[in-house]
Every structure is written in C-alpha cells, then in structure tokens.
C-alpha cells in the first residue's frame, strides 16, 4: 500500500475517532449511546475473527472464547475480588491460553471441514457453561457482576456514558493491533498460508505455529470483548454464546467483507443499524439479514467494501 | 417399570432418534456428496416438514376419506414432495453457483436459515403445534412393552432409508448419481445431465429430512426453532462417521442415537450432549477424517 | 563432503515400488540432473528429498544430518528448497510480495516485534527488501514487480517461482520440471537464471524432460526407471548409454529439442 493511501486512511481514522469521541456531547441519549456500544462492541469481536480468517479458516465456533473470556472475567471479579480491569485481561488471556491446544488439535483441518468441526467445538463449551453448575452457574448463568472502576476517581461505572468510552477505547486498540499485524510481515505470512499452504511449508514456515498463533490472538480478543459484555450486561448465561452468536459474526464479517480489513467494521455497523430501523418489524430482521447474506454472497461476494469500492470509483470518474 | 423394562425402552428411544437422525444426515451427505455443498439449512427443512405434515395431517386442511392410518401416510408422502420441491427450488436459486464450493454454501445456507426461521415464525407463530398420533398404545413383544408410535417411526426410517438406498444402487438413475458423486465432469461427458441429478440429489436429501421431521411430529411438539438440534447431531454423527460415508452416517447415527438416549435416560440432556460431542473431539483428535471418512 | 548422499532410498505406495534402493550423491555447487520416463519416479524423490513423504526404507544426509521424513519447512531450515511443478507461487499476489515470503527464514520474524513495530523489526524488514529487490534484478523480473503472479506468462511464473525458492538462501534447490510448456525462448532464458543461480554456489537437482536444458545446465545426469537407478554419468554419457535410451522407448524424449 502506497504512502499516500496510507496518509488518508490515518486523516481518516483520526476524524472517526474525533467524531467518536465528542459524539456524546451532542446525542447524550441512551439509546444512541447503547446503538453505538452495540456496533463497536461487534466491531471489536469481529476484528478477532478476521485475524483468525486471515490463515484461511472460518470460525464458527468465535463465540465459545467470547464467553470464555466473559465467564473468567466475571467469576474472577466476583467471586475472588479481582479488580475489573485485571479481571477482563484475564478473561482474554485465558481464552487465549485454551484456544492453543484447540488450535493443536483442530487447525490441521482446513476450509470447510474445520468450520464445521469449530461449530460442534462451539457448542461443547457452550454446554460445558450450562452442564458445571458449580463453576459457571449453570442454566441460569452468572449475575450481579461488578461494573468496571473509573480510573483515578475509584467510583464505579454508573453511566451508559461510561461504557461507551470504555469500548471504543477497546476498539481503538484492537483496530490498530489487527492493522498492524495484516499490513507487517506477519500479515503476510497468514495471508500466505491461507492463498497456498504447501508453498508457505516450502520457504520454511511451520504452518501450524503460525495458524496457532492467529487462532489465539484472535480468541483472546474475542475473550476481551466477552469480557467487556460480562461487566456491560452485569449478567451472562449460556446461551448468550451460542452458534447463532457465531453466525451472527460470520454474518458481520462476510457482509462486510472478507477481503478487506474495515470489511469487518463495515458489516457490524451496516447490520446492527439496519437492525435497529427495522427494530419495530420484529421478526422480519432476520429474514432481512438472511436475504442480504445471500444477495451479498450471489451479488457482491466481495462484501460491502467492494461495493463502496465500486461506488467510489462510478463517482470519482 | 422393571430395569430390565427401562433399559429396553432406551434402546428403543436411541435406536429411533438414531433412525431419524440417520434419515437426516442421509440426506446431507447425499447432498454433499452429489452437489458438493454443505447446507446448513438442512434442519430448517426438517422443521419444515413437521410443520407442513401438521398442516396437512394435524389441522386437516385437507381431508382425505378412510381410516387414519391412509391419511398418515398420504400427508407423509406429500410432506414429502412439497418438501422436495421446495429444495429443488432453493437449489437452483442459490446453491447452483456455488456447487463444489463448500464454504461459500455453507455461508448462503446460514442465510437460508435466518429465511426460514423468521419465515416460519411469522407465518406458524411461536405456539407450539402438536400432531395427534395415529398408533396408539404398546405392542407387547416376548414380554416387554414398546411403544407402537416408535416402533412405527423406526419401521417407517427404515423402509424409506432402504428405498433410497435400492434407488441408489439398483437404478440407473441412482448409479448416475454415484457417477456425478465420484466425478462430475466425466459423468458430464457420459451424457449424464448434472443440473437435473443435482436437483434429484437435493430433492431426495430434503425429503428425507422433511420425513424425519414429520416421523416426529406425532411425538415431540413442533416450533420454528426445532431444527437446530438436527442438524448440530447430525454434523456430530457425520463427523464421527465420515463426511460422505454412508455406512459411516449409520454407524455415526445410531450411535449418537444410542448415547444420547442414555445420557437423557441416566444422566440428563445436556451431559447426554457433551458426551456426544465428547465423542466428536475424541474422533477429531485419533482420526479427523471420521470412521470412514477420506480426505478430499 | 557431499553436501547431499542419499543411499537405498525406498518407497512404496499401495504395493508398488514408486523409488527402488536409489543412491543420489550431489555435491556443494553441482547442477545433477534426475531424468527418465514418465513414472519413473522422479517426483516421488524429490517429495522424499523435501519431507512431503516419509521414505520406507534408506538414509538421506544432508551436510551429514540425517533428514529422512523431516517436514518440509524444517528441511527448508537446513537448507534445501524445492519448487513445485504446478502451485510454485501465490497467484493472487504480486511478484514482489511472492519473493517477500520467500525471504521468512534469512528475516526471521517474530510476533511481538511486528506487532510492536520495533526498531529490529524494521532493520529486519529493510534488510528483507533488499534481498527482494536483489533477487528480482538477478532474476530480471523488475519489469513485473508489482504484477499479480496469476497474469504473468508462463515462463515468468516459473522464474518467480525459482525466484521465491532463491530468497530462502538454499543450499540446495530442487527444481520439478521447471522447463516444461516453455518455448525455445523461454527455455533459453531459463537456462540462463539457473546459471545465475548456480553462479551463487547454490546447489541444484533438476527434474526435468526437456534434454536441451539438461545436456547445458547439468554436471552429472542420474536415470530412472520404474524407480530404480539405471544410468549415472555425465550427461553424454547418459545420452549415448544403450539402457537409458531403451528406457525411453526407442527414442529420447524432446531429443535435440
């Protein structure tokens, strides 16, 4: 990528994260405030998955880590005391750390074959919430989690406002992190992997502790984000980590775009604002989100970001 | 109710959820075998098909003269076709491009879902619907009592699995299915027409899943969302047996079956599942290719 | 020392001997051809040679390291390279990034220093592009730099492919066939990059049908058949050997071509 490209996409970035940032003064609702919460919330976890997608394997089991990350960080906080701060750290470490032997055992599978194996994956952690009542509280979940501390002040979170910083400062780090790590060499080196494996082994890589690797970084992202939504929601239950969790990023990051990185902002936002106009109609969302899956998938398989891709060009000409 | 009495009950309870299960996961991997695809929304048809058997069966919209057990099987056979049309239909309009691109179908397919889901909410309500049964009471074999609306629903999986499995084998259609399993571009060049075995392979698969989800129908209650648990069994039963293996889908099956019959029985539901799917990690790890699996 | 001794290699697959007791020997800088019919089992070696297969039976020392049945990447760590016959590049990606890949082992990249961005990890980086950009003028392939691989011309894309195998810094490069669908130009060319290349004291085993390039680029020629060694020699003596050219069935392949 040129300089030139790369000096706009910062101006950009910077005028988002302005926006961002001084949008709380002039819309203090709390529904706006939760809409934007809910978007960057689903940017941030998808992030995770594009990273693991970037070595070639589709995750549907992405939200089994989220929920990792938020039981760990609920239980810490609540039953041993653990600051919030430390609690939602360990929370994506150890999803993380569990990913490693998972990623061991399943990454050898690719394409298809994997998605389908991290699917059945998904749901065994799922149950394992639900069946070891002891641990994680069973069915019924766990409740009355501790919101975060403001830092210096030591008060606790007591406003949406609150929240909204906390997440976008979350994003903000996971967005240059995952930046980083697609344009560095390392970025190169999943790309290879997944564009031909057998040529990657060829130059020397060890295949698996690159694909690992990805796989863990993108879970413990995943495990922070879980995390977040733990002290957000104050109260986490199994089924807030099910496969149709899963799909529902799948969803995200196809929608937006799997060949590009703001793919997976792009999708999160245009969903869950096409989502929340359509909030009155119920039940229609998801066939909405079903028919644009798929005229997406036959249309434009590139996503969103190649259509505005596309757009750019109709109007700069 | 003896130990003995309990302990054949759960075979006959596994041996039937095995049954039902191998009709739907027969139906994916002939899916996948012929098509190449990976349909997701494969549970989805098999809520489908409890529903339209309600429609036909349980409200009467349509009333056929005779005794009950004619119209059982009359609105099983054209739940059936509906069912099968309704996948040729799906078929052509979304999975025809994407033949022999696995993850792209499996992406479309969760499209379908959120479809059908939504679709069938909106038209059938959240209510749960309910099917009265035909076969009533227990038959009484050398001693121990089954239940004759499952022995029935076993008898009635099976002869449809055997139908399939004669149409496969013994037709010439069904060997030109096999051919454009195997390879499609010879068969292609054999005169064999791929669109329309495709639409016949896809036709069949949804069938079979729509007959699994009426065969039930008497016996659980029907909602939109009761397709979920199907297909995550049957994937477990295919990753165990095989993707692509039809022996392995009957040993995958009944074995899924079997265990989750016991575990419900002895344990509970949800320690009935994390054993089967116990099973699918252990299998991922000795042989991930499944029992009888191959790589592709 | 030899850099590479092979001795008694053996493989079989399904019942069939594919490689029967070969010995190999190739030495620092030498250009040894591996010839025969189709089916000799000319790939097979090679695919034992990088650990894409595990040999049956026979030892292979590389630099005195015994390296039978190494996964490829670690065989590619000690030195040995081999370029595919088909998949030699990422066609998705432009040249210049294909050979970037190439460079991972002389760079050795971590993961924290990439995500940081350090000091090291740009050093490592400069230096990286620079054996990028030498490889590509050795090579002549700066006319294409920033093409995507799958629009080159055959003959590019088999440079390339070399190209990708050169920036691992091998010692020994196994080349599968690289002449094959070329035209006398394109041959001549190549013929001219791996002289290049052996020009840089890197070792070759070429895999190939095409006589014309084996009889200018080779050193040593080795013959199989049905798997086993027939003939070893230089390479007219190989040519004029009455074995080998029984083996080819009455005549030689791409003769004089």
Same mark, same amino acid.
């Given at each position: 990528m040129n300089t030139k490209n790369r000096k706009l996409e910062l101006v950009f970035i910077m005028i988002l994260g302005l926006l961002v940032f001084i949008a709380p003064l002039f819309y203090s609702d709390l529904y706006f405030l939760s809409l934007m919460i809910k978007m960057a919330l689903a940017c941030l976890i998808t992030l995770g998955l594009r990273l693991i997608f970037l070595t070639g394997q589709l995750n549907m089991g992405h939200a089994a880590f989220m929920g990792l990350g938020a039981y760990v960080s609920a239980l810490t906080s609540l039953n041993l005391g653990l600051p919030v701060w430390m609690a939602m750290l360990l929370g994506g470490s150890v999803s993380a750390l569990i990913a490693a032997p998972i990623g061991f055992v399943t990454l050898r599978i690719k394409g298809a074959y994997f998605a389908i194996v991290s699917m059945g994956l998904g749901e065994i952690i799922r149950l394992i919430y639900t069946r070891w009542e002891g641990l994680f509280g069973g069915a019924s979940g766990v409740f009355g989690i501790p919101a975060p501390i403001i830092p210096i002040s030591g008060a606790p979170f007591s406003g949406k406002i609150h929240?909204?910083?906390?997440?976008?400062?979350?994003?903000?780090?996971?967005?240059?992190?995952?930046?980083?790590?697609?344009?560095?060499?390392?970025?190169?080196?999943?790309?290879?992997?997944?564009?031909?494996?057998?040529?990657?082994?060829s130059v020397g890589v060890n295949i698996m502790n690159v694909k690992v690797i990805s796989f863990c970084l993108g879970s413990f992202i995943a495990g922070i984000g879980g995390a977040y939504y733990a002290h957000y929601l104050l109260f986490i239950s199994p089924n807030d980590f099910s496969f149709w969790t899963s799909a529902n990023y799948i969803l995200y990051i196809v929608v937006g775009g799997v060949g590009n990185f703001y793919g997976a902002l792009l999708g999160p936002v245009?969903?869950?604002?096409?989502?929340?106009?359509?909030?009155?109609?119920?039940?229609?969302?998801?066939?909405?989100?079903g028919i644009v899956l798929i005229a997406i998938m036959k249309f434009r398989p590139g996503g969103l970001t190649e259509l505005s891709a596309q757009i750019w060009n109709k109007i700069s000409r | 109710?003896?130990?003995?009495?309990?302990?054949?009950?759960?075979?006959?309870?596994?041996?039937?959820?095995?049954?039902?299960?191998?009709?739907?996961?027969?139906?994916?991997?002939?899916?996948?075998?012929?098509?190449?695809?990976?349909?997701?929304?494969?549970?989805?048809?098999?809520?489908?098909?409890?529903?339209?058997?309600?429609?036909?069966?349980?409200?009467?919209?349509?009333?056929? $003269?005779?005794? $009950?057990?004619?119209?059982?099987?009359?609105?099983?056979?054209?739940?059936?076709?509906?069912?099968?049309?309704?996948?040729?239909?799906?078929?052509r309009l979304f999975f025809k491009s994407f033949r022999g691109n696995l993850l792209p179908s499996?992406?479309?397919?969760?499209?379908?879902?959120?479809?059908?889901?939504?679709?069938?909410?909106?038209?059938?309500?959240?209510?749960?619907?309910?099917?009265?049964?035909?076969?009533?009471?227990?038959?009484?074999?050398?001693?121990?009592?089954?239940?004759?609306?499952?022995?029935?629903?076993?008898?009635?999986?099976?002869?449809?699995?055997?139908?399939?499995?004669?149409?496969?084998?013994?037709?010439?259609?069904?060997?030109?299915?096999?051919?454009?399993?195997?390879?499609?571009?010879?068969?292609?060049?054999?005169?064999?027409?791929?669109?329309?075995?495709?639409?016949?392979?896809?036709?069949?698969?949804?069938?079979?899943?729509?007959?699994?989800?009426?065969?039930?129908?008497?016996?659980?209650?029907?909602?939109?969302?009761?397709?979920?648990?199907?297909?995550?069994?049957?994937?477990?039963?295919?990753?165990?047996?095989?993707?692509?293996?039809?022996?392995?889908?009957?040993?995958?099956?009944?074995?899924?079956?079997?265990?989750?019959?016991?575990?419900?029985?002895?344990?509970?539901?949800?320690?009935?599942?994390?054993?089967?799917?116990?099973?699918?990690?252990?299998?991922?790890?000795?042989? $991930?290719?499944?029992?009888?699996?191959?790589?592709? | 020392m030899s850099l590479l001794k092979v001795s008694g290699l053996t493989k079989s697959f399904g019942g069939l001997k594919a490689v029967n007791s070969v010995n190999l020997q190739v030495d620092p800088g030498e250009i040894v051809g591996l010839i025969g019919p189709n089916g000799a089992g000319k790939t097979t070696v090679l695919r034992l040679l990088t650990g894409f297969f595990k040999p049956e039976k026979g030892?292979?020392?590389?630099?005195?390291?015994?390296?039978?049945?190494?996964?490829?990447?670690?065989?590619?760590?000690?030195?040995?390279?081999?370029?595919?016959?088909?998949?030699?590049?990422?066609?998705?990606?432009?040249?210049?990034?294909?050979?970037?890949?190439?460079?991972?082992?002389?760079?050795?990249?971590?993961?924290?220093?990439?995500?940081?961005?350090?000091?090291?990890?740009?050093?490592?980086?400069?230096?990286?592009n620079h054996s990028v950009d030498e490889i590509i003028?050795?090579?002549?392939?700066?006319?294409?730099?920033?093409?995507?691989?799958?629009?080159?011309?055959?003959?590019?894309?088999?440079?390339?492919?070399?190209?990708?195998?050169?920036?691992?810094?091998?010692?020994?490069?196994?080349?599968?066939?690289?002449?094959?669908?070329?035209?006398?130009?394109?041959?001549?060319?190549?013929?001219?990059?791996?002289?290049?290349?052996?020009?840089?004291?890197v070792a070759l085993i070429l895999v190939e049908h095409q006589m014309k390039a084996v009889?200018?680029?080779?050193?040593?020629?080795?013959?199989?058949?049905?798997?086993?060694?027939?003939?070893?020699?230089?390479?007219?003596e190989v040519v004029n050997n009455e074995k080998v050219v029984e083996a080819y069935l009455g005549g030689m392949h791409n003769a004089g071509n």
């Open positions: 929240y909204y910083y906390l997440i976008f400062f979350l994003l903000f780090l996971v967005f240059l992190a995952v930046r980083r790590i697609e344009t560095s060499r390392l970025g190169l080196l999943f790309k290879a992997i997944s564009l031909n494996d057998d040529l990657t082994r245009f969903l869950i604002g096409l989502g929340d106009l359509l909030i009155s109609l119920r039940e229609y969302v998801p066939l909405v989100f | 109710m003896s130990q003995g009495q309990l302990f054949v009950q759960v075979i006959l309870n596994g041996i039937m959820s095995g049954m039902i299960l191998m009709l739907v996961v027969l139906g994916l991997t002939l899916v996948f075998g012929i098509l190449h695809i990976v349909n997701f929304a494969h549970g989805e048809i098999y809520m489908l098909g409890a529903y339209v058997f309600w429609l036909l069966f349980g409200k009467n919209i349509i009333s056929i $003269p005779g005794p $009950p057990v004619i119209h059982y099987i009359l609105a099983l056979i054209v739940t059936m076709i509906i069912i099968a049309a309704f996948g040729v239909l799906i078929e499996m992406i479309i397919s969760l499209g379908i879902i959120l479809i059908l889901q939504a679709g069938a909410l909106i038209v059938f309500g959240i209510q749960e619907r309910s099917v009265k049964s035909v076969f009533s009471g227990t038959l009484n074999l050398g001693g121990t009592y089954l239940s004759a609306e499952r022995v029935a629903v076993i008898m009635a999986g099976v002869t449809l699995f055997v139908a399939v499995y004669l149409f496969i084998q013994r037709t010439f259609t069904g060997r030109a299915m096999k051919a454009v399993a195997q390879d499609a571009d010879a068969a292609a060049l054999q005169g064999i027409n791929i669109d329309r075995i495709c639409s016949l392979g896809m036709a069949i698969g949804c069938a079979l899943a729509a007959a699994a989800g009426a065969l039930l129908a008497p016996i659980f209650t029907i909602n939109p969302y009761i397709g979920g648990e199907p297909l995550l069994l049957g994937f477990a039963a295919i990753i165990v047996g095989g993707l692509g293996s039809i022996p392995g889908s009957i040993v995958g099956s009944l074995l899924i079956g079997l265990v989750q019959s016991f575990g419900s029985t002895f344990l509970d539901s949800e320690a009935a599942m994390i054993i089967v799917f116990g099973l699918l990690v252990v299998m991922l790890v000795l042989k $991930p290719t499944g029992l009888w699996g191959h790589e592709h | 030892q292979i020392l590389f630099n005195g390291q015994e390296i039978a049945g190494l996964p490829p990447d670690r065989a590619a760590k000690l030195g040995i390279i081999r370029t595919f016959q088909e998949t030699t590049v990422y066609p998705q990606l432009p040249v210049f990034l294909n050979i970037t890949i190439g460079t991972y082992l002389q760079t050795k990249i971590g993961v924290i220093e990439s995500l940081l961005n350090t000091k090291n990890y740009r050093e490592k980086e400069t230096e990286g003028k050795l090579l002549r392939l700066t006319g294409v730099v920033q093409e995507p691989a799958m629009n080159l011309p055959h003959g590019y894309q088999r440079r390339l492919g070399i190209a990708i195998a050169l920036a691992c810094g091998p010692k020994l490069l196994l080349l599968d066939e690289p002449f094959s669908g070329m035209n006398p130009e394109e041959v001549r060319l190549l013929i001219e990059d791996l002289k290049i290349i052996h020009k840089q004291g009889m200018n680029l080779c050193d040593r020629v080795v013959v199989l058949n049905f798997g086993e060694k027939i003939a070893e020699g230089t390479p007219e």
